[in-house]
């Protein structure tokens, strides 16, 4: 195991023992992700913890369900008490950018229907500035070339995620686009630019949503908590 897979295994385990017995937990998706649901996974065995929970993609869903973890689909539960999820960039405002897995449509959804989010990421995610990252959008594919230019125009280097040739599809059987920003320095001025374009189903940055970040450190996981 690579030594940042070893702080994502850390930030795993910290983060199931905030889960109740008897809680509704939104288990969100990607590498990070996938070693808490293994950790929960654990805990469901051992201690015969009784959760439902709702997956942010059918990858997380699959692994869930393999490993004995009830889910079920986010209008089937009349709350969720707490997600858990990944983040690929997180700056000091607690504003992050997420969809390097391309589920940040569902995660959205699942996240703004919970009373409480939490991301587990190791310490390379923490940035004093977003961007760095690509921001992706899920995009509808009709008109996606015509989105596609005018993102082009506005100078935002966008490109559509590619993988063995194809383009990627999300679970929603959308196309994801990438933007190439370098740095973003006004996160909500951009995030309403993107929710008012034609096109783009939800763009990655989450914003105003976090209450508790877990950082994997050489020293151990630090809690975080945002003041929302
Ligand atoms: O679409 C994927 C999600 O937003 C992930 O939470 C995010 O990309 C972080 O993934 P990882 O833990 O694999 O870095």
């Not at 993988?163 to 001025?189: E, F, M, R, W, Y």
């Not at 929710?195 to 020293?219: P, Y």
């Amino acid at each position: 195991m690579t030594h940042q897979d070893e702080l994502k295994q850390l930030v795993g385990k910290a983060a199931v023992k905030y889960i109740q017995d008897h809680t509704v937990v939104g288990l969100g998706t990607g590498s990070t992700v996938k070693f808490m649901v293994d950790a929960l996974g654990q805990r469901v065995k051992e201690e015969g913890l009784s959760i439902v929970g709702v997956p942010t993609s059918e990858r997380t869903r699959k692994q869930a369900n393999n490993l004995g973890i009830p889910t079920k689909g986010v209008d089937e539960v009349d709350h969720i008490d707490l997600t858990i999820d990944g983040a690929d960039q997180i700056d000091q405002n607690f504003q992050g950018i997420k969809g390097g897995g391309g589920a940040h449509l569902w995660e959205k959804i699942v996240a703004i229907n919970s009373d409480k989010n939490m991301w587990i990421v190791d310490e390379s995610k923490m940035t004093n500035q977003l961007g760095s990252f690509p921001l992706p959008l899920e995009v509808i594919p009709y008109g996606s070339v015509q989105l596609f230019k005018r993102l082009q125009e506005k100078g935002y280097n966008p490109e559509f995620r590619i993988s063995d040739g194809k383009k990627v599809k999300t679970d929603s059987n959308n196309d994801i686009i990438d933007l190439h920003l370098h740095q973003i320095k006004d996160p909500q001025a951009l995030a309403l630019e993107l929710d008012q374009m034609t096109g783009v189903v939800e763009h990655g940055l989450f914003l105003d949503i976090v209450n508790t970040v877990i950082v994997g450190r050489e020293s151990g996981p630090e809690i975080l908590t945002a003041n929302r």
